[in-house]
């Protein structure tokens, strides 16, 4: 019965996430009209709806003033129901068809956030994020690299960049928990090349400080004793107040 309740709770969770009931459309005579129904529906979670209403705008009213903004709402409505690869796709093509739009920013960002809300999460059924695949993760990094670099000035930035930083932690962790896998394995070599990727591609991070520590331990394992006082001399004056100052010390006599 235990297990039939945890996987009715996984079914609600993952079949019952949005309620969608199209119902009947009657299109106004207007572009805007229609427009102004495709939103009023897109706030009301009625997603089949509001697609239908923005399609007949660019179908039936291509040249209108709303018509790009309804290619932006067929975006939209596929983001608020979670088809992220077709929101993704919409948005792309709004700024292919509008790349000076007022609302171009916008749309660059949507397809960063795309790929974050796709990004593995920690559900309690399942592995850690950090052991699933880091595709989706990737690719937000290079989104939001995109949009921040495209789009300096977007009021959306200080947003961007806290995703940003969650991101670069998130890979930071990944090839962390990688390296401890090797080192678990006595495979030194391998756990120093994902370790020097990390302190290259994500310095700044949580993680920095336990990672020159494995480093300089793997050094140590590989006989190279010169890298090893490098990694660990670095980690205990930029980080000197770190809890690995202890074992640092130790290593760094053990390589001397």
Known sequence: ???????????CLF?????????????AKDAKGNYTHGEEALKD?????????FEH???????????????LGVADANFDREKFVEAIEGYRSFLKLHPNHPKADYASFRIALCYFKDCPSDF?????????????????????????????????????QKMLGQIRGRLA??????????????????????????????PGTEYEPSALLMLGHSYVELGDKEKAREALRRLLQQFPSDTHRTEAERLLKSAA
């Open 1 to 11: 019965m235990r297990k039939l309740a945890i996987l009715l709770t996984v079914s």
């Open 15 to 27: 079949g019952c996430a949005h309620v969608d009931s199209p119902g009947d459309v009657k299109y």
């Open 45 to 53: 979670g009625r997603y089949q709806e509001a697609l239908k209403y």
């Open 57 to 71: 705008i660019r179908y039936k009213f291509p040249y209108s003033d709303v018509a790009s903004l309804a290619d």
């Open 124 to 160: 309690i059924l399942f592995p850690p994020s950090t052991e699933k695949d880091q595709t989706s993760v990737r690719q937000t990094r290079t989104a939001l690299d995109d949009f921040l670099r495209d789009w300096p000035k977007s009021s959306y930035v200080p947003e961007a």
């Open 173 to 202: 962790k990944h090839e962390l928990s990688v390296a401890d896998f090797y080192i678990r394995r006595k495979h030194w070599q391998a756990a120093v090349s994902r370790l020097n990727r990390l302190l290259t591609d994500y």
